[in-house]
């Protein structure tokens, strides 16, 4: 079956500093890969997505590239801010028992310090 | 658009209490699905529809019912609500292959 895993968090970090989440997924036929974020309190929300092998996907800075060599979709940005802490979740969705229904990753925390 | 609306934002019940949470979309979206939140578990999948009149059963279904006789709504109901349902809820919908638009969730807890 499908699956995500996510490095563990947190991750701690000084602004400006460069960002990387790694990402690495397990599927069936083609996904479309995709970050989310999550800020305190408030519902996931889509942060960017890949649909083909070395597409990049990118918003608000932050870049990941699809690498099916390495079935990776890692996530980094190169100048964090305080206002990037929240929690990232990477996802994958492919056709799998008849739906498309995504698969997501454990998040990763990240707390960026000024 | 207003997107995902989650209905209630906060909600305490006592132990064997009925209730439903309300989920709607005005964007058309085939994919509807219900998730968990907890902490350290992630996300895990309840239920969820592909489409007015199909459901099916994510990891988690026991002790949850939904349906979905429109496009639009998707509500969820917990039958005899247990301490182990608390938890925050996120309703989310997508088209086919895209990325999910989530509600701001459902706050419950069961005393």
């Known amino acids: 079956g499908n699956s995500v895993t996510q490095m563990e968090g947190p991750v701690t970090l000084s602004e400006e500093a460069f960002l990387t989440i790694n990402c690495t997924y397990t599927?069936?036929?083609?996904?479309?890969l995709f970050w989310y974020v999550q800020y305190p309190g408030e519902g996931l929300q889509l942060l960017l997505k890949?649909?083909?092998?070395?597409d990049k996907g990118s918003n608000k800075g932050f870049e990941a590239t699809y690498r099916k060599e390495t079935t990776s979709f890692h996530l980094e940005k190169g100048s964090v801010q305080v206002s990037d802490s929240a929690v990232y979740f990477c996802a994958l969705s492919s056709h799998s028992g008849g739906s498309y229904i995504p698969t997501f990753g454990r998040g990763t925390s990240l707390i960026v310090h000024p | 658009n207003a997107g995902v609306t989650q209905t209630p934002k906060f909600q305490v019940l006592k132990t064997g209490q009925s209730m439903t949470l309300q989920c709607a979309q005005d964007?058309?979206?085939?994919?509807m699905s219900w998730y968990r939140q907890d902490p350290g578990m992630g996300l895990r999948l309840i239920h969820y529809?592909?489409?007015?009149?199909?459901?099916d059963q994510g990891e988690v279904p026991n002790g949850y019912n939904v349906s979905r006789s429109t496009t639009e709504d998707f509500p969820l109901r917990l039958l005899s609500a247990a301490p182990s349902q608390t938890s925050v809820y996120f309703c989310?919908?997508?088209?086919?292959?895209?990325?999910?638009?989530f509600g701001s969730g459902t706050r419950l807890t069961v005393v």
């Open positions: 599927a069936t036929g083609y996904p479309s």
């Open positions: 529809s592909v489409g007015a009149g199909i459901t």
């Open positions: 890949a649909t083909k092998a070395d």
């Open positions: 989310a919908s997508s088209p086919l292959m895209g990325g999910y638009t």
């Open positions: 964007m058309n979206h085939e994919y």
